[in-house]
């Protein structure tokens, strides 16, 4: 089994995480009864009731799923 | 020719792939509708739509194609005997991808695969909606008062109007358009206020 010869420095550790970025996602904006909710776009969301109990899964109109 | 699948395979060969696809397949067609990975969703759309052809054909040689794939004959019956007449008059497209979310675990994007069992509606043709629209442009022009400049300003400020309530969902217009096909009766009714606003201007 191939092994490495030499201990990688702390530099190059570093430089190479320093490539590991998040990326923003796009998201949505919706006002709903006067409710800002930002959301994923194409991807159905949880309804849920007045007490905010998640009631199950909707998208375009249509229950999709139960959460 | 299809065109070969990118990547590897799922499972760890190609057997194994084949037996998870007739898998999920089996699942789908008794429950009708399953929540899986979108990578086997989408994997699994063609295989599963492919079935659904044979069993519209519904010969013994086309069930027989069937259960060399999907090997639970029960299953097999019920594609053939309740899902097959639902989907009669569906050119195509049997099944249907919802994204869900994210798994909890492994944070594996998650959706819902499902057979479109409903009645076959179809498209309406676009002229008549073109139609709608243009009697829709035409009624503010109609409703102008006789000015001229204010008849030419109008279908500028309608666009700009309707940009605004669109990208801002302003609190007041929201509530009231929330609907999408509502919206274009909400723009057309807020037009006449819009050009009698600018009239009062001028």
């Known amino acids: 089994m191939a092994v490495p010869k030499r201990k ?13 970025k998040a990326e923003v996602p796009n998201l949505v904006k919706t006002v709903e009864n006067g409710r800002v909710t930002y959301s994923l776009p194409h991807r159905a969301k949880v309804v849920e009731d007045s007490a905010g109990t998640p009631l199950y899964m909707e998208y375009k109109g249509r229950k999709v799923a139960d959460v | 020719m299809p065109k070969p699948t990118k ?8 057997s194994h792939e084949r037996l998870m ?4 397949a089996a699942a789908l067609f008794t429950h009708r509708s399953i929540k899986t990975t979108e990578t086997k969703a989408k994997r699994l759309r063609p295989v599963a739509e492919r079935l659904v052809t044979f069993a519209k054909r ?20 019920e594609l053939f005997t309740e899902i097959a007449p639902l989907v009669a008059e569906r050119e195509g497209g ?12 492994d944070n594996a994007p998650m959706v819902q695969i499902e057979l479109v069992l409903e009645p076959v509606t179809p498209k309406v043709k ?13 009624a503010p022009v109609a409703e102008a008062p006789a000015e001229d400049e204010v008849v030419e300003d109008a279908p500028v400020e309608d666009v700009v109007v309707e ?40």
């Open chain 2, 94 to 105: 049997y099944t249907r991808i919802t994204k869900l979310g994210f798994r909890k675990g």
């Open chain 1, 8 to 20: 990688m420095s702390r530099s190059n550790t570093r430089a190479r995480r320093s490539q590991w």
């Open chain 2, 58 to 77: 519904g010969d013994l040689h086309a069930r027989r194609r069937v259960l060399s794939i999907i090997s639970d004959k029960t299953v097999v019956h």
């Open chain 2, 163 to 202: 940009d605004v309530a669109v990208e801002d969902g302003a609190a007041v217009d929201a509530p009231a358009e929330s609907d999408a096909a509502e919206s274009d009766a909400a723009a057309s009714a807020a037009t006449p206020v819009e050009s009698t606003e600018e009239s009062d201007t001028k």
């Open chain 2, 126 to 138: 676009r002229s008549s909606t073109r139609s709608t629209a243009s009697a829709a442009t035409a």
């Open chain 2, 21 to 24: 696809l007739a898998n999920l």
């Open chain 2, 7 to 14: 990547g590897p395979r799922l499972g760890g060969g190609p």
